[in-house]
C-alpha cells in the first residue's frame, strides 16, 4: 500500500509519486507516473530499480542477511535440505513431514529423461563446455513439454517446476559424462537428490555399487542450498524477462543459464581457480595480492555487488569447506595456494576496511575442486541449484497479472539524417 507521496517537479510542474512500503527493506518510489512528465528515469545496471514484487527472497546488503520465505539462509543450510528448501522457495512454507515425503517421491517420479533427448549430446563436440550443452538440453525440454501447458493452471505450474528440478541433476550429470566421453549414469531413486547427483557424475557401469562419501553428499546438498536463489540478480531477472513474453518455462530457463554463465556472475567460483592458476605458487602470493591493492589485476571469490560486509552463505560454506578438507585429507597445492589467499584477505586492513571478504563462490570452488569436479561443471552446479529459484520466480510472475517487461533508453546516437546514394557517399 502506498502509504505517502513523494513530489517530483520537472520544468515547473510537479508529479506526486506514490512511495510504496514492503515487509522489509527500503521503501520504493513508483515512478510510473514519470510517463506523463515526458522523462523517463535513467538507472545503469539497475542498481535503485525495483521492477518487480516478490515474496520469496529478502537481501540485506548492509547486515549480511540472507532469507528465503522469512528463513535465514544459515539456518536453512545447516538444518534443511535442499529439496525442503525449494518446496519453501515455490510454496512460501517449510514443508511438513506429509508435504516433505509427497513432495520428494514427485521429484523422485521425474529425474528420468526422455531417451531421445540423448540424441541432442551427440550433436555437440567432445570438448564443448558444459554449460553450452545445457543452453542446449535444458532449451530442449521445452520440444518435450509444450502442448497444452497452461502456466495460469496451478497444477501445470506445479509439474514444470517438478519436472525441472528433478531433471536438473540428471541432465547436468550427463553433460558432464559426455565430455569425458564416459557412458551415462541413469538415476538411481533410492539416493537422496545430493547423491544421485554423486552417483550420475562418478559411478561408472563397471561400478555400479558407487556410494557417495557422508560429508561430501552434506557438502554438495548445502551447496545447492547455499545456491537456490538470490533475488532478482542478472540471472533471475532475465528469467523473468523472458517469462513476461509468455514464452515457454524451459525455454525461460536455458535463458537463464546462459546469463549465469557470465564470468561476472555464476562463472565467479570457475574464475577463482584460473585465478589460483596464474598466481601459480604460495610464494607468489604475496605479490599478487599487491598487485590486487595497486588494481594492476582484479581478486576473484571475494567481496559482492550486494553484500557490504561478510557474505552470509560464506559463513556456512567456509564451515563445510574445512569439513570436506579435513575429511578427504586432500593434498593440493591449488588448495594451499587458496588457503593462503584466504588468510590475507582476512587479517591485512586494505581488505578488511573495504570488505572484501572471502564470498560463497570462492569457498564452493576449493569444496568442488577437492571433491574432483572440474572447473568446467562448477557453474553448471550452480545453475542446478539456481533452478529452483528460477522456476519459483517465473511462476509466481505467473500466477498474477503481469506485464511484459520493456525498459527504455537513453539514446546517444545520430540524429535524423537523410539517405545518401552510395554512389554519392564519401
Request: aromatic content about 10%; overall charge negative.
Amino acid at each position: 500500500m502506498a502509504d505517502t507521496n513523494a513530489k517530483l517537479t520537472v520544468n515547473g510542474e510537479e508529479y506526486e509519486l506514490p512511495i510504496i512500503e514492503g515487509t522489509l527493506g527500503r521503501p520504493v518510489i513508483d515512478v510510473a507516473a514519470l510517463q506523463e512528465s515526458g522523462f523517463w528515469s535513467y538507472d545503469p545496471g539497475f542498481k535503485v530499480t525495483a521492477p518487480v514484487e516478490s515474496k520469496i527472497t529478502y537481501i540485506d546488503g548492509g547486515k549480511g542477511e540472507l532469507l528465503h520465505r522469512g528463513y535465514p539462509i544459515d539456518e536453512l543450510a545447516n538444518h534443511a535440505e535442499y529439496l525442503e528448501v525449494a518446496y519453501a522457495l515455490l510454496n512460501g512454507e517449510l514443508p511438513n513431514a506429509e508435504q516433505k515425503a509427497d513432495f520428494f517421491e514427485k521429484i523422485r517420479e521425474h529425474t528420468a529423461v526422455h531417451d531421445q533427448l540423448r540424441k541432442f549430446f551427440e550433436g555437440f563436440r567432445r570438448d564443448a563446455h558444459p554449460m553450452a550443452i545445457m543452453v542446449g538440453v535444458v532449451g530442449a525440454l521445452s520440444a518435450f513439454y509444450h502442448d497444452n501447458l497452461d502456466l495460469s493452471n496451478e497444477e501445470h505450474r506445479e509439474i514444470t517446476a517438478i519436472r525441472l528440478i528433478a531433471k536438473m541433476p540428471t541432465l547436468a550429470a550427463m553433460s558432464y559424462k559426455y565430455s569425458q566421453g564416459e557412458p551415462f549414469m541413469y538415476p538411481r531413486n533410492d539416493f537422496s537428490y545430493a547423491e544421485n547427483f554423486l552417483y550420475m557424475m562418478f559411478a561408472t557401469p563397471a561400478d555400479v555399487d558407487y556410494e557417495p562419501n557422508d560429508v561430501v553428499t552434506r557438502a554438495m546438498d548445502k551447496i545447492f542450498t547455499l545456491h537456490a536463489d538470490h533475488e532478482q540478480n542478472a540471472s533471475t531477472s532475465t528469467v523473468r524477462l523472458a517469462g513476461s513474453t509468455g514464452a515457454n518455462p524451459y525455454a525461460c530457463i536455458a535463458a537463464g543459464i546462459a546469463a549465469l554463465w557470465g564470468p561476472s556472475h555464476g562463472g565467479a567460483n570457475e574464475a577463482v581457480l584460473e585465478m589460483l592458476d596464474e598466481i601459480g605458487t604460495v610464494e607468489n602470493v604475496p605479490a599478487f595480492m599487491e598487485k590486487v591493492k595497486s588494481r594492476e589485476v582484479k581478486l576473484m571469490g571475494f567481496g559482492h555487488r550486494v553484500y557490504k560486509n561478510f557474505d552470509p552463505r560464506a559463513k556456512v560454506m567456509k564451515e563445510t569447506c574445512d569439513e570436506v578438507l579435513e575429511a578427504l585429507g586432500v593434498n593440493d597445492p591449488k588448495l594451499e595456494l587458496a588457503m593462503a589467499l584466504e588468510k590475507i584477505a582476512l587479517e591485512d586492513p586494505f581488505f578488511i576496511e573495504r570488505n572484501l571478504y572471502p564470498n560463497v563462490d570462492f569457498y564452493s570452488g576449493i569444496i568442488l575442486k577437492a571433491i574432483g569436479i572440474p572447473t568446467s561443471m562448477f557453474t553448471v552446479i550452480f545453475a542446478l541449484a539456481r533452478t529452483s529459484g528460477w522456476i519459483s520466480h517465473l511462476l509466481e510472475m505467473h500466477s498474477a497479472p503481469y506485464k511484459i517487461g520493456r525498459p527504455r533508453q537513453l539514446y546517444t546516437g545520430e540524429t535524423r539524417r537523410d539517405f545518401v546514394k552510395v554512389e554519392d557517399r564519401k
